[in-house]
Protein backbone atom coordinates (compact mmCIF):
# COMPACT_ATOMS: atom_id res chain seq x y z
CA UNK A 1 0.00 0.00 0.00
CA UNK A 2 1.03 3.12 -0.94
CA UNK A 3 0.41 6.00 1.72
CA UNK A 4 0.95 10.18 1.08
CA UNK A 5 -0.27 13.17 2.95
CA UNK A 6 -1.32 14.46 -0.47
CA UNK A 7 -2.10 12.97 -3.69
CA UNK A 8 -1.87 15.30 -7.02
CA UNK A 9 -3.98 13.94 -9.68
CA UNK A 10 -2.71 15.53 -12.96
CA UNK A 11 0.67 16.40 -13.74
CA UNK A 12 -0.04 19.57 -16.17
CA UNK A 13 0.79 22.98 -14.78
CA UNK A 14 -1.92 23.09 -11.92
CA UNK A 15 -0.17 19.50 -10.14
CA UNK A 16 3.49 20.02 -11.37
CA UNK A 17 2.94 23.93 -9.26
CA UNK A 18 1.71 22.53 -6.24
CA UNK A 19 3.84 19.45 -6.19
CA UNK A 20 6.85 22.00 -6.48
CA UNK A 21 5.32 24.82 -3.91
CA UNK A 22 5.33 22.10 -1.46
CA UNK A 23 8.65 20.62 -1.88
CA UNK A 24 9.71 21.76 1.48
CA UNK A 25 6.44 21.11 3.35
CA UNK A 26 7.26 17.86 5.33
CA UNK A 27 3.90 16.30 3.26
CA UNK A 28 4.69 13.43 1.54
CA UNK A 29 3.06 13.50 -2.60
CA UNK A 30 2.25 11.53 -4.54
CA UNK A 31 1.89 12.86 -8.64
CA UNK A 32 -0.09 10.79 -10.38
CA UNK A 33 -0.93 10.62 -14.58
CA UNK A 34 -2.15 8.96 -17.13
CA UNK A 35 0.36 9.39 -18.87
CA UNK A 36 4.25 9.22 -19.31
CA UNK A 37 6.10 12.37 -19.93
CA UNK A 38 6.60 13.98 -22.42
CA UNK A 39 3.13 13.91 -23.69
CA UNK A 40 1.01 16.27 -25.68
CA UNK A 41 -1.48 18.82 -24.94
CA UNK A 42 -4.03 19.93 -27.13
CA UNK A 43 -3.92 24.14 -26.57
CA UNK A 44 -2.30 27.11 -28.29
CA UNK A 45 0.89 26.43 -25.97
CA UNK A 46 1.11 30.38 -25.52
CA UNK A 47 3.01 31.40 -22.35
CA UNK A 48 1.80 35.07 -21.08
CA UNK A 49 4.14 36.90 -19.32
CA UNK A 50 1.73 36.48 -16.22
CA UNK A 51 3.17 32.51 -16.86
CA UNK A 52 6.63 33.18 -16.94
CA UNK A 53 6.13 35.95 -13.70
CA UNK A 54 4.37 33.01 -11.51
CA UNK A 55 7.86 30.82 -12.76
CA UNK A 56 9.52 33.07 -10.79
CA UNK A 57 7.65 32.55 -7.65
CA UNK A 58 8.57 28.68 -7.66
CA UNK A 59 11.06 26.70 -6.25
CA UNK A 60 13.78 24.66 -7.28
CA UNK A 61 14.96 27.58 -9.35
CA UNK A 62 12.40 27.20 -11.52
CA UNK A 63 12.75 30.36 -13.43
CA UNK A 64 16.59 30.05 -14.00
CA UNK A 65 15.71 26.52 -15.44
CA UNK A 66 12.91 28.20 -17.30
CA UNK A 67 15.25 31.04 -18.61
CA UNK A 68 18.01 28.26 -20.38
CA UNK A 69 14.81 25.70 -21.54
CA UNK A 70 15.41 25.65 -25.10
CA UNK A 71 11.97 24.57 -26.85
CA UNK A 72 10.45 28.47 -26.99
CA UNK A 73 10.09 31.25 -28.42
CA UNK A 74 9.89 34.35 -27.17
CA UNK A 75 6.53 37.08 -28.37
CA UNK A 76 5.68 40.58 -27.44
CA UNK A 77 2.38 41.39 -28.76
CA UNK A 78 -0.72 40.38 -28.55
CA UNK A 79 -2.34 41.13 -32.24
CA UNK A 80 -6.68 41.30 -32.18
CA UNK A 81 -8.23 41.25 -35.93
CA UNK A 82 -11.50 42.23 -35.84
CA UNK A 83 -14.02 40.97 -38.86
CA UNK A 84 -13.79 43.89 -40.90
CA UNK A 85 -9.99 42.91 -40.88
CA UNK A 86 -8.32 46.34 -39.01
CA UNK A 87 -5.91 44.79 -36.52
CA UNK A 88 -4.48 46.25 -33.20
CA UNK A 89 -0.53 44.79 -31.88
CA UNK A 90 -1.05 45.22 -27.92
CA UNK A 91 2.16 45.42 -26.77
CA UNK A 92 2.68 42.28 -23.91
CA UNK A 93 4.75 44.41 -21.52
CA UNK A 94 8.01 45.78 -21.07
CA UNK A 95 11.13 45.37 -18.11
CA UNK A 96 12.70 42.00 -19.91
CA UNK A 97 9.81 40.49 -19.47
CA UNK A 98 7.93 38.80 -22.39
CA UNK A 99 5.77 36.17 -23.36
CA UNK A 100 6.47 32.68 -25.51
CA UNK A 101 5.35 30.28 -27.26
CA UNK A 102 6.12 26.63 -26.07
CA UNK A 103 4.52 23.37 -27.78
CA UNK A 104 3.12 21.73 -24.23
CA UNK A 105 4.56 18.35 -25.13
CA UNK A 106 7.69 20.46 -23.95
CA UNK A 107 6.53 22.81 -21.65
CA UNK A 108 4.97 20.75 -19.23
CA UNK A 109 8.53 18.10 -19.46
CA UNK A 110 9.80 20.88 -18.30
CA UNK A 111 7.58 21.40 -15.70
CA UNK A 112 6.94 17.89 -14.57
CA UNK A 113 10.90 17.39 -14.30
CA UNK A 114 11.28 20.21 -12.45
CA UNK A 115 8.65 18.83 -9.48
CA UNK A 116 9.84 15.52 -9.23
CA UNK A 117 13.26 16.83 -8.45
CA UNK A 118 12.18 17.15 -4.80
CA UNK A 119 12.72 13.79 -2.63
CA UNK A 120 9.10 14.32 -1.41
CA UNK A 121 6.98 13.88 -4.30
CA UNK A 122 6.74 10.38 -5.83
CA UNK A 123 5.39 10.05 -9.48
CA UNK A 124 3.25 7.83 -10.80
CA UNK A 125 2.54 7.75 -14.49
CA UNK A 126 1.53 5.91 -17.58
CA UNK A 127 -1.83 4.66 -15.55
CA UNK A 128 -5.17 6.35 -15.14
CA UNK A 129 -7.39 7.37 -12.07
CA UNK A 130 -10.05 4.66 -12.43
CA UNK A 131 -11.70 5.39 -9.33
CA UNK A 132 -11.58 7.52 -5.80
CA UNK A 133 -13.20 6.27 -2.68
CA UNK A 134 -13.13 8.82 0.25
CA UNK A 135 -13.64 7.86 3.84
CA UNK A 136 -13.48 9.55 7.36
CA UNK A 137 -9.97 8.80 7.31
CA UNK A 138 -8.95 9.86 4.08
CA UNK A 139 -9.18 8.87 0.07
CA UNK A 140 -8.45 5.54 -1.73
CA UNK A 141 -7.11 6.14 -5.49
CA UNK A 142 -7.42 3.42 -7.47
CA UNK A 143 -5.30 3.37 -10.51
CA UNK A 144 -5.73 1.27 -13.67
CA UNK A 145 -2.45 -0.46 -12.95
CA UNK A 146 -4.32 -1.88 -9.92
CA UNK A 147 -1.64 0.19 -8.02
CA UNK A 148 -3.74 1.45 -4.98
CA UNK A 149 -2.64 4.89 -3.65
CA UNK A 150 -4.33 6.74 0.11
CA UNK A 151 -4.20 10.02 0.85
CA UNK A 152 -5.43 12.81 3.42
CA UNK A 153 -7.01 14.37 0.69
CA UNK A 154 -6.58 14.49 -2.97
CA UNK A 155 -5.90 17.37 -5.55
CA UNK A 156 -7.97 17.45 -8.79
CA UNK A 157 -5.35 18.68 -11.43
CA UNK A 158 -6.35 16.46 -14.18
CA UNK A 159 -7.93 18.49 -16.23
CA UNK A 160 -11.28 19.52 -18.12
CA UNK A 161 -12.53 15.73 -18.05
CA UNK A 162 -11.47 15.53 -14.46
CA UNK A 163 -11.59 12.25 -13.01
CA UNK A 164 -11.75 14.29 -9.48
CA UNK A 165 -14.52 16.30 -10.57
CA UNK A 166 -16.76 13.39 -11.88
CA UNK A 167 -16.62 11.39 -8.28
CA UNK A 168 -16.79 14.38 -5.94
CA UNK A 169 -18.31 17.41 -7.45
CA UNK A 170 -22.42 17.88 -8.40
CA UNK A 171 -21.02 20.36 -10.92
CA UNK A 172 -21.52 19.73 -14.74
CA UNK A 173 -20.39 20.76 -17.95
CA UNK A 174 -22.46 24.55 -18.60
CA UNK A 175 -22.08 24.90 -22.71
CA UNK A 176 -22.56 28.86 -21.92
CA UNK A 177 -19.37 28.71 -19.90
CA UNK A 178 -17.12 26.33 -21.88
CA UNK A 179 -15.43 26.38 -25.73
CA UNK A 180 -14.53 23.98 -28.16
CA UNK A 181 -11.10 24.21 -29.93
CA UNK A 182 -9.24 22.79 -32.45
CA UNK A 183 -5.25 22.48 -32.85
CA UNK A 184 -3.16 21.84 -36.26
CA UNK A 185 0.51 22.34 -36.27
CA UNK A 186 2.12 23.91 -39.53
CA UNK A 187 5.69 24.70 -40.91
CA UNK A 188 6.60 27.40 -43.01
CA UNK A 189 3.55 29.85 -42.67
CA UNK A 190 4.33 33.19 -43.42
CA UNK A 191 3.92 36.73 -42.59
CA UNK A 192 4.70 37.11 -38.55
CA UNK A 193 4.87 40.58 -37.27
CA UNK A 194 8.55 41.63 -35.86
CA UNK A 195 7.28 41.23 -32.37
CA UNK A 196 6.22 37.71 -32.75
CA UNK A 197 2.55 38.85 -32.66
CA UNK A 198 0.52 35.67 -31.19
CA UNK A 199 -2.64 36.53 -33.61
CA UNK A 200 -6.48 35.98 -32.66
CA UNK A 201 -8.51 36.39 -35.92
CA UNK A 202 -12.80 37.76 -34.74
CA UNK A 203 -14.05 36.70 -37.93
CA UNK A 204 -17.34 37.04 -38.32
CA UNK A 205 -17.87 33.34 -38.65
CA UNK A 206 -16.94 32.60 -35.96
CA UNK A 207 -17.99 34.72 -33.21
CA UNK A 208 -18.17 33.93 -30.49
CA UNK A 209 -14.88 32.65 -30.88
CA UNK A 210 -11.78 33.18 -33.06
CA UNK A 211 -9.13 31.48 -35.18
CA UNK A 212 -5.24 32.05 -33.88
CA UNK A 213 -1.81 31.82 -35.72
CA UNK A 214 0.59 31.56 -33.11
CA UNK A 215 4.62 31.38 -33.76
CA UNK A 216 6.64 28.02 -32.40
CA UNK A 217 10.07 27.43 -32.46
CA UNK A 218 12.00 25.73 -35.85
CA UNK A 219 9.56 27.63 -38.13
CA UNK A 220 6.43 25.65 -37.07
CA UNK A 221 3.31 27.11 -36.20
CA UNK A 222 0.10 26.80 -34.06
CA UNK A 223 -2.99 27.12 -35.89
CA UNK A 224 -6.68 26.68 -34.23
CA UNK A 225 -9.75 27.70 -33.85
CA UNK A 226 -12.48 27.97 -30.85
CA UNK A 227 -16.19 28.69 -30.24
CA UNK A 228 -18.08 29.12 -27.66
CA UNK A 229 -20.11 25.56 -26.94
CA UNK A 230 -23.47 26.41 -26.64
CA UNK A 231 -23.11 28.25 -30.16
CA UNK A 232 -21.94 25.06 -31.74
CA UNK A 233 -24.47 23.23 -30.28
CA UNK A 234 -27.00 25.19 -31.68
CA UNK A 235 -25.70 25.90 -35.03
CA UNK A 236 -24.05 22.65 -35.49
CA UNK A 237 -21.01 24.22 -37.38
CA UNK A 238 -18.73 21.73 -38.74
CA UNK A 239 -15.67 22.94 -36.70
CA UNK A 240 -13.05 21.32 -39.06
CA UNK A 241 -14.22 21.93 -42.29
CA UNK A 242 -14.32 25.97 -41.28
CA UNK A 243 -10.61 25.69 -40.56
CA UNK A 244 -9.41 24.22 -43.21
CA UNK A 245 -11.46 26.71 -45.22
CA UNK A 246 -9.93 29.80 -43.40
CA UNK A 247 -6.76 28.18 -44.35
CA UNK A 248 -7.06 27.44 -47.57
CA UNK A 249 -9.65 30.52 -48.88
CA UNK A 250 -10.16 33.47 -46.25
CA UNK A 251 -8.63 36.48 -48.44
CA UNK A 252 -6.75 37.49 -45.00
CA UNK A 253 -5.15 34.46 -44.21
CA UNK A 254 -4.69 32.39 -47.08
CA UNK A 255 -1.87 33.91 -48.84
CA UNK A 256 0.41 33.26 -45.39
CA UNK A 257 0.05 29.29 -45.76
CA UNK A 258 0.77 28.97 -49.25
CA UNK A 259 4.13 27.58 -48.85
CA UNK A 260 3.00 26.11 -45.30
CA UNK A 261 2.74 22.31 -44.63
CA UNK A 262 0.12 20.46 -41.44
CA UNK A 263 2.54 18.50 -39.33
CA UNK A 264 -0.89 16.89 -38.28
CA UNK A 265 -4.26 15.86 -38.22
CA UNK A 266 -6.79 18.54 -36.37
CA UNK A 267 -7.00 17.42 -33.19
CA UNK A 268 -9.84 18.92 -30.42
CA UNK A 269 -9.82 19.20 -26.95
CA UNK A 270 -12.61 21.34 -24.55
CA UNK A 271 -11.95 24.18 -22.63
CA UNK A 272 -13.79 25.01 -19.47
CA UNK A 273 -14.26 29.07 -19.41
CA UNK A 274 -13.93 30.65 -15.50
CA UNK A 275 -16.78 32.93 -16.54
CA UNK A 276 -19.33 31.23 -14.03
CA UNK A 277 -18.30 30.89 -10.13
CA UNK A 278 -18.30 27.35 -9.18
CA UNK A 279 -17.67 24.58 -5.32
CA UNK A 280 -14.20 23.88 -6.11
CA UNK A 281 -13.58 21.77 -2.82
CA UNK A 282 -15.42 19.75 -1.03
CA UNK A 283 -14.43 16.97 1.90
CA UNK A 284 -10.94 15.81 1.25
CA UNK A 285 -11.12 17.33 -1.95
CA UNK A 286 -9.90 20.39 -4.17
CA UNK A 287 -10.10 21.44 -7.68
CA UNK A 288 -7.42 23.03 -9.71
CA UNK A 289 -6.71 24.59 -13.27
CA UNK A 290 -8.87 23.33 -15.87
CA UNK A 291 -10.82 21.02 -13.40
CA UNK A 292 -11.75 24.22 -11.66
CA UNK A 293 -12.63 25.45 -14.78
CA UNK A 294 -10.20 29.07 -14.54
CA UNK A 295 -9.54 29.81 -18.15
CA UNK A 296 -10.05 32.88 -19.08
CA UNK A 297 -13.10 33.32 -21.10
CA UNK A 298 -11.92 35.57 -23.58
CA UNK A 299 -8.50 34.72 -24.58
CA UNK A 300 -8.92 30.95 -23.72
CA UNK A 301 -5.74 31.16 -21.70
CA UNK A 302 -5.52 29.03 -19.13
CA UNK A 303 -1.93 28.04 -17.90
CA UNK A 304 -1.24 30.90 -15.74
CA UNK A 305 -4.52 30.54 -13.56
CA UNK A 306 -3.58 26.79 -13.53
CA UNK A 307 -0.53 27.92 -11.88
CA UNK A 308 -2.40 30.25 -9.83
CA UNK A 309 -4.63 27.72 -8.48
CA UNK A 310 -1.57 25.64 -7.67
CA UNK A 311 -0.06 28.38 -5.73
CA UNK A 312 -3.08 28.91 -3.53
CA UNK A 313 -3.94 25.01 -3.11
CA UNK A 314 -0.42 24.86 -2.00
CA UNK A 315 -0.80 27.19 0.78
CA UNK A 316 -3.87 26.22 1.29
CA UNK A 317 -2.39 22.53 1.91
CA UNK A 318 0.16 23.44 4.28
CA UNK A 319 -2.62 25.29 7.03
CA UNK A 320 -5.01 21.92 6.42
CA UNK A 321 -1.79 19.65 7.24
CA UNK A 322 -1.33 22.01 10.32
CA UNK A 323 -4.87 21.67 11.45
CA UNK A 324 -5.51 18.31 10.47
CA UNK A 325 -8.35 19.96 8.60
CA UNK A 326 -9.05 18.22 5.41
CA UNK A 327 -12.82 18.95 5.56
CA UNK A 328 -15.53 20.98 3.24
CA UNK A 329 -16.36 23.48 5.71
CA UNK A 330 -12.43 24.35 6.13
CA UNK A 331 -11.54 23.87 2.50
CA UNK A 332 -14.17 26.50 1.68
CA UNK A 333 -11.32 28.93 2.41
CA UNK A 334 -9.85 27.50 -0.80
CA UNK A 335 -12.46 28.88 -3.21
CA UNK A 336 -12.89 32.11 -1.81
CA UNK A 337 -8.80 32.64 -1.92
CA UNK A 338 -9.21 30.82 -5.81
CA UNK A 339 -12.36 33.84 -6.77
CA UNK A 340 -10.90 36.55 -4.28
CA UNK A 341 -7.83 36.64 -7.04
CA UNK A 342 -9.18 35.42 -10.04
CA UNK A 343 -12.75 36.59 -10.26
CA UNK A 344 -12.32 40.41 -11.15
CA UNK A 345 -10.41 39.33 -14.33
CA UNK A 346 -12.50 36.55 -15.36
CA UNK A 347 -15.53 38.72 -15.08
CA UNK A 348 -14.35 42.09 -17.18
CA UNK A 349 -12.69 39.32 -19.88
CA UNK A 350 -16.18 37.68 -19.47
CA UNK A 351 -18.01 40.88 -20.21
CA UNK A 352 -15.37 42.25 -22.66
CA UNK A 353 -16.15 38.31 -24.76
CA UNK A 354 -19.90 38.95 -24.48
CA UNK A 355 -19.60 42.31 -26.35
CA UNK A 356 -16.94 40.79 -28.78
CA UNK A 357 -20.01 38.47 -30.01
CA UNK A 358 -21.22 41.66 -31.75
CA UNK A 359 -19.47 41.72 -34.88
CA UNK A 360 -20.11 45.87 -34.55
CA UNK A 361 -18.66 45.55 -31.21
CA UNK A 362 -15.87 43.97 -32.01
CA UNK A 363 -14.74 46.57 -34.85
CA UNK A 364 -15.48 48.85 -32.82
CA UNK A 365 -13.17 47.49 -29.53
CA UNK A 366 -10.23 46.67 -31.95
CA UNK A 367 -10.30 50.11 -33.16
CA UNK A 368 -10.05 52.15 -29.96
CA UNK A 369 -7.31 49.50 -28.64
CA UNK A 370 -5.48 50.63 -31.45
CA UNK A 371 -4.91 54.29 -29.64
CA UNK A 372 -5.83 54.04 -26.53
CA UNK A 373 -3.81 52.70 -23.30
CA UNK A 374 -6.21 51.85 -20.79
CA UNK A 375 -8.29 49.73 -23.49
CA UNK A 376 -5.11 47.91 -24.14
CA UNK A 377 -4.42 47.15 -20.51
CA UNK A 378 -7.78 46.11 -19.82
CA UNK A 379 -7.87 43.95 -22.80
CA UNK A 380 -4.45 42.25 -22.22
CA UNK A 381 -5.18 42.04 -18.58
CA UNK A 382 -5.56 37.74 -19.14
CA UNK A 383 -1.88 37.84 -20.26
CA UNK A 384 -0.30 40.35 -18.52
CA UNK A 385 2.15 39.92 -15.33
CA UNK A 386 0.54 41.19 -12.26
CA UNK A 387 2.78 44.66 -12.04
CA UNK A 388 1.55 45.42 -15.23
CA UNK A 389 -2.20 45.24 -14.57
CA UNK A 390 -4.98 47.94 -13.63
CA UNK A 391 -4.63 47.79 -9.84
CA UNK A 392 -7.84 46.49 -9.38
CA UNK A 393 -7.32 43.23 -11.18
CA UNK A 394 -3.90 42.29 -9.61
CA UNK A 395 -3.95 38.88 -8.07
C1 LIG B 1 -7.47 24.19 -28.09
C2 LIG B 1 -6.94 24.82 -26.82
C3 LIG B 1 -6.08 25.93 -26.90
C4 LIG B 1 -5.56 26.51 -25.72
N1 LIG B 1 -4.63 27.52 -25.82
C5 LIG B 1 -4.06 28.01 -24.70
C6 LIG B 1 -2.98 28.93 -24.78
O1 LIG B 1 -2.47 29.25 -25.87
N2 LIG B 1 -2.46 29.42 -23.62
C7 LIG B 1 -2.95 29.04 -22.41
O2 LIG B 1 -2.48 29.56 -21.39
N3 LIG B 1 -3.95 28.14 -22.31
C8 LIG B 1 -4.49 27.59 -23.41
N4 LIG B 1 -5.46 26.62 -23.30
C9 LIG B 1 -5.89 26.19 -21.97
C10 LIG B 1 -4.81 25.29 -21.33
O3 LIG B 1 -4.50 24.22 -22.19
C11 LIG B 1 -5.33 24.74 -19.99
O4 LIG B 1 -5.94 25.78 -19.26
C12 LIG B 1 -4.20 24.16 -19.14
O5 LIG B 1 -3.63 23.04 -19.78
C13 LIG B 1 -4.74 23.75 -17.75
O6 LIG B 1 -3.72 23.10 -17.03
P1 LIG B 1 -4.13 21.96 -15.97
O7 LIG B 1 -2.87 21.59 -15.30
O8 LIG B 1 -5.29 22.40 -15.18
O9 LIG B 1 -4.68 20.74 -16.84
P2 LIG B 1 -3.98 19.91 -18.01
O10 LIG B 1 -2.88 20.65 -18.63
O11 LIG B 1 -5.09 19.43 -18.87
O12 LIG B 1 -3.33 18.66 -17.26
C14 LIG B 1 -4.14 17.66 -16.72
C15 LIG B 1 -3.33 16.39 -16.56
O13 LIG B 1 -4.15 15.39 -15.93
C16 LIG B 1 -3.94 14.15 -16.53
N5 LIG B 1 -5.16 13.34 -16.35
C17 LIG B 1 -6.39 13.56 -16.87
N6 LIG B 1 -7.26 12.61 -16.46
C18 LIG B 1 -6.55 11.77 -15.68
C19 LIG B 1 -6.89 10.58 -14.97
N7 LIG B 1 -8.14 10.03 -14.99
N8 LIG B 1 -5.92 9.94 -14.26
C20 LIG B 1 -4.66 10.46 -14.22
N9 LIG B 1 -4.29 11.59 -14.88
C21 LIG B 1 -5.22 12.23 -15.58
C22 LIG B 1 -3.66 14.48 -18.00
O14 LIG B 1 -2.89 13.46 -18.63
C23 LIG B 1 -2.87 15.80 -17.88
O15 LIG B 1 -1.47 15.59 -17.85
C24 LIG B 1 -5.96 26.01 -24.46
C25 LIG B 1 -6.83 24.90 -24.39
C26 LIG B 1 -7.29 24.31 -25.55
C27 LIG B 1 -8.18 23.08 -25.45
Redesign the pocket.
Known amino acids: MNHFDLAI???????TTTALALHDSGLSVAL????DFP?D????????PD?VNQLGTLALDTDKAFSSFKEKIWCNAVRFVSPNYQFADLKLNSKNLTGYVSP?VDF?DFMFKQAIKSNAVVPFTGS??LSLNRSDIGVEVILESQIVITAKIVLG???????VARAFSDETVDKNHHCA???QYFENVSGFSEDNAVELHFYDELLPGYFWI?PLPGNRANI?L?MLSSYVAKRKPNLKKLLKDIIENHPNVKDRFKDAKALEDITG???PLGSKKRAISGDRYLL????ASL?NPLS?????N?IRSGRVAADHIRNAAKKNRFDADFNLVYDKEIYRRMWGELRLNYWIQIAMRNKRLCNVIVKYAIGNKFIQRLVLSGFSANQFKPKFLRN
Open positions: IGAGPAGIDKDRKICGDALSVRDKVADGAHSAGLRFGGFGLLGDAIGEGIGA
